[in-house]
């Protein structure tokens, strides 16, 4: 020792850390060794090599005990990778005009869509000039071999400006999913690992080179414990559900040795035979197109710019679907909400490259500026740019790959690239750089619903971005070799900060595979000018197919009352009312399905049931299921986080879809107790009202009914959470509404706002009132088939009914409308109203809702009491009523009514045909309701002797037509004593509501006698 100077260890000695006897020094320094000892987890980054190029140069895979490996990505891409983009020759020009060019350009598309395909599968470009082309509708490309073409995608090149106000996707190319498959045949093999690109069927005699195979692997309730996704926290329910995760793989037979298959791109997820193995069959899908691209253009979403965070505008720039061998190429996107690129779950073979999104204009919320995004299978996005972006670069619900990302740059990201879907495998991020968020291949747990598991044998390759997260789900792998962060996660860590060879994965396996020509096709495009030589779409489209389209009219008078019944053009409106999803909802595509209709919910990027509903599908939907009527109010919360019931202010804004839009207006200031905006209850949400406004006018073409309830009184009683992020409570809003804050919880979990929503003497509350509900009415104007009620659930005071009334009759003085109006109440309000002969002069529709009569007296709770319906309910100790009781209740009314419908299907124990003699509108009869009785009933009306709770019922018209009702073993008299000549009576089954022959004459100037069933009911039709 140094004279003069002290040790470490002396130090740690002289401050007591240190003991001095020789056992307890022992003892100490092990202690102090292993302290310093890295745990596993954290030293995991240096053990292994995922993959290195041998010395022979070519790449040597590390395989574990199951012969699992990192996969082989180089079949992502156009082509299956490493094939160069095609120049493909143009075959009509389009210039841009002022105005609306979306059905000049649709049309050069069409007329390029027709045209005979060339060898290699190629019709031919559509050449948009350049210049600033304003699109208010949607372009779709829906034949194989067809291009999109600009010429140049700078502000001075080829612009197309999606204008106006709707959250459409502006471009779309895509074909159909139908697919033509064979027999599933068992693969044997009992375990197929990861990587693999041979599989063993039972028979593979049926297999040939060439052929089209769809590889499928169950969800056993095994495998989901396995991977620890059968648990969630708490009282949640966040689990998967056994047969909801399958997986699917598309893969063409390249070779058929030794009765295995060799596949053209491996299998991303071991087949396991414990887990139920897999099947393998032929498939063919006619509907899918190929050979398509768009290219060279510049995309701009226009926004209302004095809302910087409006969303009031397109979503998504290009989407691709059920397409193969596609591509999006030097396409520059601007302001668009969500994606510039969304590949669905049916894209095969599709690259995206040298492709920018800039300047996006959204909420800072869940669901928006996922910017490039793939569920799809062998896609690949290349020299991407995302700026301002949220999920920039990502993978999707089941896609199993392989996808991948490379040479991709996120600037200023504020979100998580990597997998955002459950068991997203095969994703490759290659040379990835992520500017301030994060790339994850990740366990996302409760996240949307319950994604859990979102990547499995992925990998990060030489990647850079504020945090790197990768773990490894039981029975998978996830790797981040070579890669620059903050580092997160138990996956399999290699090489962390450190330059190494090859530089790329992907370029590698494909240069291995392919040799320099697959890694040259990789190159930047160039395009070389002359497309102005190519005919006008003026020179070969008539100029019909573009002028004086114009939206579709539906014909007819639509829905009216005529002597007291709901009619169309066809006669008696009946059938159904089909049900109605209040809230909940699901991301993954095999759950999505399970919920009902809402007319006004969101799923950014996709439609049909369970997402934003396509109306033309859901119509026949009701049409299949005999339902006549669309009931809609707002849902119970935009964002589906609320599920849990809880009342706390979120952390953060990353909002669950399915969204349950708002009747109102996010207004871009503040910030809601979902993380969003605050609403401004002065402005109304434009895509909520075209909503409701497109489904009223394709409801009057197909002979359905709109009931809009304007209202939805669920969200001001009973749970607390039902309050917390309603758009009228103070801190949600930008206007001062006055309800007090904080909450007072009843009992910490219940709320009772009704009769505060209810004060039209609040003055700021009562103008928000009357703007909304004139509003309601303006956005409906002109729709006869539709009912406007005052709310779902409605248990309020009369107070408040009046009121709605009083601005419903002012609107109508003003504008000269009269639409159809319905009072749905408590009995009391009901009855207090229709007592009023001013206000009840407005009402056309009573509907019997929340009271009754039954065998136990009658169900009429008052008004006003502040509580829900079903509160109501549970002190009821009564029968529900029967259907007898419904048409006593339908006849009173109608006797003292005539001129007013009835409805009554939403009651327990309505049935369609006792309604229906009891005078009863929308009834549920069978579809198949003979035309002659759905025309003919309109003249009717329910005559003296149907009286109440009698054995039988009649309609008629005063002596040339009758409808008998009679119960089993009764003997109905008709009485024919004012009319002469002899009436045909004819027997209507009741279950298809078909008139049948004559069975016997009945004879005028006396009263017939008609005896029905000893079985069952018997309906008749008497007729001259």
């Known amino acids: 020792m140094v004279a003069g100077k002290v040790t470490p260890v002396q130090l740690l000695f002289r401050v007591g850390v240190v003991p001095r006897r020789p056992l307890a020094w022992l003892c100490f320094f092990l202690l102090f060794a292993t302290a310093f000892v890295p745990p596993p987890g954290l030293n995991a980054e240096q053990i292994g090599r995922a993959v290195h190029p041998g010395d022979d140069g070519r790449l040597v895979y590390e395989v574990d005990d199951l012969g699992n490996r990192l996969p082989d990505f180089s079949a992502a891409g156009y082509g ?56 208010y509708g949607q372009l779709r490309i829906e034949a194989a071999g067809v291009v999109l073409r600009g010429q140049g995608n700078g502000p001075d090149g080829t612009v197309i400006v999606a204008a106006g106000e709707d959250r459409r996707t502006l471009i779309v190319a895509a074909g159909t999913d139908e697919a033509d498959s064979g027999e599933a045949i068992t693969v044997t093999d009992e375990y197929a690992p990861v990587g693999a690109h041979w599989i063993t069927p039972s028979a593979a005699d049926g297999f040939a080179p060439g052929d089209r195979v769809r590889i499928e692997r169950p969800s056993p309730k095994a495998w989901i414990e396995e991977v620890g996704m059968h648990i969630s926290p708490a009282r949640t329910h966040y689990r998967w559900r056994e047969g909801r995760l399958d997986l699917s793989w598309d893969r063409t037979v390249e070779a058929v040795e030794d009765g295995r298959l060799r596949l053209n791109a491996p299998l991303t997820s071991a087949l396991e035979g414990r887990y139920g193995g897999a099947t393998v069959a032929k498939v063919e899908y006619p509907g899918r197109i190929h050979r398509a691209g768009i290219e060279n253009l510049r995309l701009v979403s226009e926004y209302d710019t004095r809302f910087p965070m409006d969303e009031e505008h397109a979503w998504i720039g290009i989407q691709m679907d059920d397409i193969e061998d596609a591509w999006v190429a030097d396409v520059t996107g601007l302001h668009f ?54 999920h920039d670069f990502t993978v999707g619900y089941l896609a199993t790959g392989p996808n991948v990302f490379l040479d991709c740059k996120a600037v200023e990201s504020t979100g998580t690239s990597g997998s955002i879907g459950s068991w997203a495998s095969g994703a490759l991020f290659d040379n990835v750089v992520v500017d301030g968020g994060d790339l994850a291949l990740d366990n996302m747990e409760i996240r949307y619903g319950g994604v859990g598991w979102a990547a499995a044998n992925s990998a990060l390759w030489q990647c850079e971005a504020s945090r790197i997260i990768c773990r490894s789900p039981p029975g998978a792998l996830n790797w981040a070799i070579g890669v620059w962060g903050k580092f ?23 240069k291995e595979r392919l040799g320099g020509a697959g890694v040259a096709a990789l190159a930047p495009r160039t395009y070389e000018p002359g497309d102005s030589n190519v005919p006008a779409v003026e020179a070969v489209v008539n100029a019909s197919a573009w002028i004086g389209g114009g939206p579709a009219v539906a014909e007819g008078g639509g829905l009216r009352i005529e002597n007291g019944w709901l009619v169309d053009d066809n006669g008696l409106v009946t059938g159904g009312t089909s049900p109605m999803q209040w809230w909940r909802g699901h991301l993954l595509p095999t759950r999505t399905g399970e919920y009902a209709p809402h007319l006004t919910r969101f799923l950014p990027g996709r439609t049909g049931p369970g997402a934003t509903e396509d109306f033309a599908e859901l119509l026949q939907r009701m049409r299949a299921d005999n339902d006549a009527v669309m009931r809609h109010h707002w849902g119970l919360w935009y964002d589906r986080r609320r599920e849990d019931h809880q009342m706390v202010r979120r952390a953060t804004s990353e909002v669950w879809p399915p969204f349950y839009e708002m009747p109102w207006a996010r207004s871009g200031e503040g910030r809601a107790w979902d993380g969003l905006s605050r609403f401004d209850l002065e402005r109304f949400n434009p895509w909520y009202f075209r909503r409701l406004r497109d489904f009223a006018a394709a409801a009057r073409a197909e002979g359905r009914v709109l009931l809009n309830e304007m209202y939805f009184q669920h969200n001001i009683l009973e749970a607390g959470a039902h309050w917390a992020d309603f758009p009228w409570r103070p801190v949600n809003a930008v206007q001062d509404t006055g309800f007090r804050e904080p909450p007072e919880y009843a009992g910490g979990k219940r709320v009772f706002k009704a009769d505060d929503f209810y004060d039209v003497e609040h003055p700021v509350r009562r103008e928000l009132h009357r703007k909304y509900i004139r509003q309601c009415l303006d956005n409906l104007a002109g729709e006869p088939n539709v009912i406007h009620t005052t709310s779902e659930e409605y248990s309020g005071p009369l107070h408040f009914v009046e009121f709605w009334l009083d601005v419903v009759g002012e609107w109508m003085e003003e504008t000269g409308h009269r639409p159809l109006i319905g009072l749905s109440a408590p009995k009391d309000v009901q009855d207090a109203i229709l007592g009023d002969l001013r206000r009840s002069a407005l009402v056309d529709v009573i509907e019997f809702k929340y009271w009754w009569q039954s065998a136990d007296g009658l169900y009429a709770p008052d008004g006003g009491q502040n509580l829900a319906p079903r509160q109501h309910l549970r002190q009821w100790r009564g029968a529900r009523p029967a259907p007898a009781d419904v048409a006593e209740m339908i006849a009173a009314y109608r006797a003292r009514f005539p001129g007013k419908a009835i409805l009554a299907g939403s009651l327990p124990g309505n049935a369609g045909w006792h309604a229906l003699m009891a005078g009863g509108s929308i009834p549920e009869l069978p579809a198949g309701f003979d035309p002659a009785l759905r025309e003919a009933v309109p003249a009717l009306r329910p005559l003296p002797q149907a009286g109440g709770r009698g054995d039988y019922h009649v309609l008629g018209d005063g002596g040339s037509r009758f409808l008998v009702h009679a119960m089993a073993g009764s003997s109905p008299r008709i009485d024919l004593s004012a009319v002469s000549g002899r009436f045909q009576l004819r027997e209507v089954d009741p279950e298809t509501g078909r008139i049948g022959p004559v069975r016997r004459t009945l004879q005028g100037g006396g009263v017939a006698r008609v005896a029905a069933s000893v079985e069952a009911p018997s309906l008749y039709w008497i007729s001259r």
């Open 337 to 390: 909400v969500s994606s510039l690129v969304d590949l669905g779950p049916g894209a095969r073979a599709v690259t995206v490259q040298d492709c920018r999104s800039l300047q996006p204009v959204s909420e800072h919320g869940g669901y928006r500026r996922h910017t490039f995004h793939t569920r799809g299978q062998r896609t690949l996005f290349l020299r991407c740019r995302a700026e301002y972006g949220r």
């Open 488 to 510: 997160i996660g138990e996956g399999r860590w290699q090489r962390s900060n450190e330059f190494f060879e090859p530089r790329s994965l992907y370029e590698a396996q494909l």
């Open 80 to 135: 299956g990778g490493g094939v160069p983009l095609p120049t493909v020759e143009a075959r009509v020009r389009v210039t841009p005009r002022a105005g609306d060019n979306t059905a000049r350009i649709q049309a050069a598309i069409n007329h390029v869509s027709a045209l005979p395909a060339d060898d290699g599968g190629f019709r031919g470009a559509v050449v948009l000039e350049a210049g600033e082309f304003r699109v």
